[in-house]
């Protein structure tokens, strides 16, 4: 189906780019409202290359729990972790080029201690339970039989597979403490969701997850650049029948842990591992946790990782005032939506770009089983570790005019608007900027004036569109249809659209 887009004409194109950074004329707005050019012409982005965020590191997902039934797939590590052009189900996908994979250290296994067993939420289904390395208390020594490092196998290798396409930053994360160390043996978390860590397992907690960040580098070829030791850990959520494993811990609690897995990460050699915290489920309890830390505990975090569920709401800028005062680097370590489109996710990945401003952005699932919440759909078996992979979501083509674009190494600069994020590769000279269109028909006009020289001597704007609506393009790729008039260009948006444009040769 032929999406409802028409492309301004030549010489339309050069009167609103030209008009750009003036108020828009009367001859101007009659032009692109005459029949041929019903859109409202609206102010883009207007990026500005002095207004420097810093250096992206770039995109990311998950592993559980989708890896945890697909990791042995193959044709999904090529469509995650590659930016090549991949079949799948028979349609031919562009690659996300994920580089950021987050993997997790599981909580659950199904041995006896002294005729104690792992107590299971009755709602926790088969595929959402992730099998933990360290068996019981008998023995910290990883080569000893309390150790069994063959299980989860198929999330490991999806780690792997994702190491061999490319991807280059790893962080290693824990959802719940291993069963054995929780107060009531259950990993989904404590009957009324308070604090479930014993006491006398703080510091064994922050041992498991050094001694599997030094099994990994020193059998699997997988150096983590990072331990989150804390999953949502404020949250009252995190009940006996939950449908997840989850952990309640207070922050005075998460302090001690804090330092315990520094000092076991820098006794196994991982000095360079920073330990990151405290992936709260919340931009403003994110920063009550972190004014809660002192000082010294501050100092043993290398990173702080929110996630992004207060969605529209919180105070991004005030978590990243608070973190950057204090030195430490941000990221969005986990978001996702119900939104199967892909435009609520490009709504508030706009708003941590221009106000919680990380240097990372990591979805959550990249295959899940509810409809919408992945960029993959899939039916997963709640009895036994099984599923069937189904449809792609819209949202898959919307986060591939991010992720193929803003690369890793890039400097992220202020786009100058709200629905807007730029990048800059100094070492190319390219100017990458994409653009969300929430609302109807429109043209929306982008200026470039703050850069010293653009374009080359034809004035191209590589340009790819995601159409959202039903039957609309899929991240389709137009190379030479729009044309810069000096640092200006102007183009339209269908309804409920993201559009990335290239520009090459920009000078600062």
Not at 410 to 424: F, K, L, Q
Request: glycine fraction near 10%; proline fraction near 5%.
């Amino acid at each position: 189906m032929v999406t409802r887009r028409r492309l301004l004409s030549a010489g339309a194109t050069t009167a609103i780019a030209a008009s750009l950074g003036e108020p828009i004329s009367a001859d101007v707005r009659a032009e692109v409202r005459s029949p041929v050019h019903t859109r409202p012409l609206q102010e883009g982005p207007a990026p500005d290359p002095r207004a420097d965020r810093g250096t992206w590191q770039g995109w990311g997902t998950s592993l559980c729990w989708w890896a945890n039934v697909f990791g042995e797939r193959d044709d999904l590590a090529d469509l995650f972790f590659t930016r090549d052009t991949v079949v799948y189900n028979g349609q031919r996908l562009p690659g996300l080029g994920l580089n950021i994979v987050r993997y997790n250290a599981g909580a659950c296994s199904w041995n006896s201690i002294d005729g104690e067993r792992m107590v299971e939420s009755p709602n926790i289904p088969r595929y959402k339970q992730i099998e933990g390395f360290w068996l019981n208390w008998d023995d910290t020594d990883p080569a000893s039989p309390s150790w069994d490092w063959s299980v989860d196998a198929e999330q490991r290798a999806m780690l792997l597979k994702a190491r061999d396409r490319g991807a280059t930053v790893f962080e290693l994360f824990s959802n719940s403490p291993m069963w054995w160390m929780c107060l009531n043996h259950n990993p989904s978390g404590a009957a009324d969701g308070g604090d479930n860590l014993q006491p006398w397992n703080y510091r064994q907690h922050a041992r498991y997850l050094a001694t599997v960040a030094a099994y990994a580098r020193d059998n699997w070829g997988i150096t983590f650049d990072s331990v989150a030791p804390f999953n949502e850990p404020s949250a009252t959520w995190w009940r006996a029948d939950g449908t997840q494993e989850g952990c309640h811990i207070s922050p005075n609690i998460q302090q001690e842990i804090v330092r315990y897995l520094r000092e076991e990460l820098d006794a196994r050699g991982l000095g360079g591992t920073v330990v990151s915290a405290s992936d709260e489920s919340l931009y403003d309890q994110a920063r009550r946790t972190w004014n809660d830390f002192p000082a010294a505990a501050k100092a043993d975090v290398g990173r702080v990782n929110v996630h992004g569920y207060q969605y529209e709401g919180g105070s991004r800028d005030g978590l990243f005032a608070d973190v950057s005062d204090d030195g430490v680097p941000l990221w969005q370590s986990e978001y996702g939506d119900g939104t199967g489109n892909g435009m609520r996710m490009a709504d508030n990945l706009c708003l941590d770009f221009t106000w919680l401003r990380p240097s990372a952005w990591v979805y959550w699932q990249a295959v899940d089983g509810t409809p919408g919440w992945g960029f993959l759909h899939a039916s997963f078996d709640s009895d036994r570790k099984e599923g069937t992979l189904g449809v792609v979501e819209p949202k898959f083509w919307v986060m591939a005019q991010y992720s193929r674009h803003i690369q890793p190494g890039m400097r992220i600069i202020d786009s100058g608007h709200r629905d807007s994020v730029a990048a800059y590769d100094p070492d190319e000279r390219r100017l990458v900027v994409v653009t969300a269109n929430q609302g109807e028909d429109r043209t929306i006009a982008c200026d470039l004036s703050r850069f010293a020289s653009v374009g080359g001597d034809d004035g191209r704007v590589r340009r790819w569109i995601t159409v959202t609506d039903d039957g609309g393009e899929r991240y389709g790729a137009h190379p030479d249809d729009t044309v810069l008039a000096g640092k200006r260009f102007a183009v339209s948006f269908p309804p409920r659209s993201v559009q990335t444009f290239e520009i090459d040769n920009v000078v600062v």
